[in-house]
């Protein structure tokens, strides 16, 4: 894997020292970062340190011997290892087919990473949709939670999808970092919906709440929140309202829940924006309405609290366009996901022109890394003249909010 370490307006592009870095220790072959303390001194720092982005390309279609890697998640756990999943289609860059969910592992901030796993591979079925959450209150390790959907590997469309059960909800888990998974457990009797066919969990990242029923896991799936308030030992669900397909979710400072979703067809041709709602597992959500800063080309999107000390920030990343997934933007949020003040377009070393015949965007996912970074994992098209049968990546990318914020004063 190669990094590429591109220069953005004339910053220098490495982490400054002052971003308190936390110290490393061997353990066997891997080198294990410390947890950063958390504290007001570590952020403000963090916020003055130079501007820093650098990426490399993690999951690479076509030379790693698979055919394409789409559909990303990402999660930090308390030791400060990153664990990147995603979908490993083999042979095509299908929806459909022989599809994998795998995995690898980074101990140092995500400079490097170790070789892929499997997390579910079983037979030439269809894994897919990883939608992750940590929980790092469980046991001594915390406990990596991953909901995948699946389906029979022969079907070749949605319409196929026509029984309440063809689609099913699966879990695995790990208890030590991601270094090993249990097998995966069929969970469709309890969290599919009656009258359901087609589902989808996420994909991307689900979260821990920290204000209303602390430490409770919720998964955002099709048309409801899947959650558990005792570990994972047992998993409901409460429905959201009807016109979104793949969703994201994140805690407000009130302890309520913004999903920030895509909308289904008929509900994009309204406004062509995100949809969101905001609401709470006991008292439900209210119907969708359209965010009309958040430009969408029908395509997932990630959202992720960075911080809740002042000033509190939410992130948000995806395609800020109505007609084309090579426009990424990041941005932030100081008022619950309200506004939307601050943005910056990630590949900004590129013309947009250039970035969408590079094929550079689609799905992401994010997270914070244990050195105050943004973690983001976006895919990548390497062959925009050839759609059917171009090769799919995923990138890796780290940048800070100095960054993102290329000089603009926040609030």
């Known amino acids: 894997m190669k ?61 790693s011997g698979q055919h394409s890697f789409r559909i990303p998640s990402i999660v930090k756990t308390k030791n400060g290892t990153l664990v990147a999943i995603c979908e490993c289609r083999r042979w095509n860059n299908s929806d459909w087919g022989d599809i994998n969910v795998v995995y690898k592992r980074s101990f140092d901030n995500g400079a490097t990473w170790t070789a892929m796993g ?60 991601g270094a090993t998974w249990s097998a995966p457990v069929d969970r469709t009797a309890t969290l599919l919906p009656q009258g359901y066919t087609w589902d989808a969990m996420g994909p991307g990242i689900g979260i821990v709440t920290q204000f209303n029923h602390p430490g409770r896991l919720i998964i955002p799936a099709k048309g409801r929140n899947i959650y558990s308030d005792d570990h994972g030992a047992t ?17 407000r400072m009130d302890g309520t829940l913004l999903r920030n979703d895509r909308p289904v067809s008929s509900q994009w041709e309204l406004s062509k924006r995100r949809r969101v709602s905001v609401g709470t597992i006991e008292s439900g959500f209210p119907a969708f309405t359209s965010d009309n800063t958040l430009l969408d080309p029908k395509c997932e999107a990630s959202i992720l609290r960075y911080n809740t000390d002042a000033p509190d920030r939410i992130v948000f990343l ?92 926040e609030p």
């Not at 998993?235 to 805690?251: K, L, M, Q, R």
């Not at 759609?387 to 995923?394: A, G, V, Y």
């Open 235 to 251: 998993w409901n669900y409460a429905f959201t309202p009807a016109g979104s397909d793949e969703g994201t979710i994140v805690e």
């Open 318 to 409: 995806n395609s800020a366009s109505t007609v084309t997934r090579g426009k990424m933007r990041v941005r932030i949020s100081y008022d619950n996901g309200q506004t939307w003040p601050i943005s910056r377009r990630i590949y900004d070393w590129l013309t947009e022109d250039e970035a969408q015949q590079q094929g550079k965007g689609g799905y992401t996912s994010m997270i914070k890394t244990a050195d105050y970074h943004v973690g983001a994992l976006i895919e990548t098209n390497e062959d925009t003249n050839n759609n059917s049968t171009s090769h799919r990546s995923i990138e890796f990318h780290k940048f800070n909010l100095p960054w993102i914020l290329n000089g603009n004063p």
């Open 3 to 63: 990094l590429t370490i591109p220069l953005l307006g004339g910053c220098t592009l490495i982490a400054a020292a002052c971003l308190l870095i936390a110290a490393c220790k061997k353990s066997g072959t891997e080198q294990r970062l410390q947890p950063v303390p958390a504290g007001k001194g570590a952020v403000m720092a963090a916020t003055a340190a130079a501007q820093s982005h650098s990426y490399l390309t993690l999951f690479d279609g076509g030379p």
């Open 118 to 177: 499997e997390i579910a591979a079983s037979g030439d079925d269809t894994w897919g949709n990883p939608t992750s959450v940590y929980d790092p209150s469980y046991g001594t390790n915390g406990r990596l939670w991953v909901f995948m959907s699946w389906n029979d590997g022969a079907l070749t469309s949605i319409s196929q999808i026509d029984t309440w059960g063809e689609r099913k909800v699966y879990s695995s888990y790990s208890d030590d970092q």
